[in-house]
């Protein structure tokens, strides 16, 4: 699987007419695919909270439909049931008051049904402005910022109730026909290995590049974190063609990996032994299996590693003598990498701005801009991760310490 790069419609200013058209089967095929992942889910399920950073599969059904509602639709909070607007509000602070995050588990009503019931309201409403031609240019580039910020949402609803599922102590399967996590486990061979690449790494030497997005509206969609496009200078290095597989990164365990506090930088090693850190989250302790939203199953040994911190990726490269990836490096390489989209890859890159970022304006302005502190970006997808979601430039992020995400790495270094 190469890196995807997808036009999006351009939605601002001397669009084609047939756009709101375009733009409405994207929207009802995105949102009935939210639904259908949710179906597997009992209401109690869909209330599951497990951890502050998660959320429950119900508040994921009716936050994206309040992005729509009050920022497409422009719906007032007084248009909206009763205090829903301060239930299902993320982090905008400028939308207003928000329910506190950790406690979004606590808010078992509304039910399921009736944010089941909002949201087919909500699409109805969408889709008829959408055939009567009712939305500005600019509405309908908020539309499709909507779009991609759902899909995001329906990659986060399986990781949180992945983490929710295993930490019943029954740990029972999100659906054990699910072939998600199985999907995407295809291993390039020998003659998918671009010229240059012996031992299975690609060398690049000093060079400047050019990386990042365009600033959007005006090209294919991008966040604006991703832009604005800009030259940056790559020292000479290698980057590995495949990502870190799960052999590979048993060995780091069974050669004491986690037990070894020279390798690890020393807030994760302080985070690892506090926790108990043994090996990657969801690998059984009998060395064989994983637990996947199928229920346990069988490890492939050679598909990639997945549910790393950045810590423990860190710690994996300093162990193999290499490092991790400047963002970069990646984004440079991607059109040859294989394995993208199977898990999304750690860089050593911190989340900060591209020269002259600028947010987009408005209240969606905090969207990226103000999680450029202590979050690392990481680079590629997932096989959870939408199709057509994914780009060269997409720059996702987490804090280091997460885990519940389907998060591994691929290897780097320098060369002379």
Not at 243 to 252: H, L, R, T
Request: charged share 20%; net charge negative.
């Amino acid at each position: 699987m190469r890196a995807a790069t997808l036009p999006d419609p351009v939605c601002g200013g001397g669009e084609p007419p047939d756009i709101a058209t375009d733009l409405a089967a994207r929207y009802a095929d995105m949102r009935a695919r939210t639904v259908a992942l949710a179906a597997p889910l009992s209401p109690e399920d869909a209330q599951l909270q497990s951890m502050p950073e998660a959320s429950p599969a119900k508040w994921h059904l009716a936050h994206t439909t309040w992005f729509f509602s009050r920022f497409v639709l422009g719906d007032a909070p007084g248009e909206m049931p009763a205090r829903w607007d301060f239930l299902f509000n993320s982090y905008y602070v400028g939308a207003g008051e928000r329910h506190e995050r950790a406690h979004r588990g606590l808010v078992s009503r509304p039910a399921l049904a009736d944010v089941l019931a909002w949201r087919d309201a909500i699409d109805a409403r969408m889709l008829e402005r959408l055939a009567a031609g009712g939305f500005t240019p600019h509405q309908l580039d908020l539309l499709l910022l909507g779009v991609h910020h759902e899909q995001q949402h329906q990659e986060l609803l399986l990781t949180d109730i992945k983490h929710a599922l295993w930490c019943n102590p029954l740990q029972p399967a999100y659906d054990p026909g699910c072939t998600i996590e199985r999907a995407h486990l295809g291993r390039a061979d020998d003659a998918d290995a671009p010229a240059g690449a012996p031992g299975g790494w690609i060398t690049c030497g000093e060079r400047i590049v050019d990386i990042g997005a365009p600033p959007w509206p005006g090209a294919g969609f991008a966040y604006d974190n991703e832009s604005p496009r800009h030259r940056v200078l790559l020292g000479a290095h290698a980057i590995a063609l495949r990502p870190v597989d799960n052999a590979g990164y048993a060995a780091f365990v069974a050669d004491g990996g986690y037990a070894t506090p020279a390798l690890w930088l020393s807030d994760g090693w302080d985070l690892a032994q506090r926790e108990g850190w043994r090996r990657p989250l969801y690998w059984h302790e009998d060395g064989a299996r994983e637990f996947t939203l199928a229920g346990w199953s069988e490890r492939d040994p050679e598909a990639p590693v997945r549910h790393l911190s950045h810590y423990e990726a860190d710690a994996f490269a300093r162990w193999s003598g290499a490092r991790l990836p400047t963002e970069y490096e990646w984004e440079h390489a991607s059109p040859r990498l294989a394995g993208i989209g199977q898990a999304w890859e750690w860089t050593s890159s911190a989340h900060a701005p591209y020269p002259g970022f600028r947010p987009l304006p408005g209240t969606l302005g905090e969207y990226n801009g103000k999680f450029m502190s202590g979050q690392l970006v990481l680079r590629g997808g997932s096989c959870a991760t939408p199709a057509g979601h994914a780009r060269s430039s997409y720059r996702n992020f987490f804090a280091p310490h997460a885990r519940w995400q389907f998060s591994g790495l691929r290897l780097a270094r320098d060369t002379d």
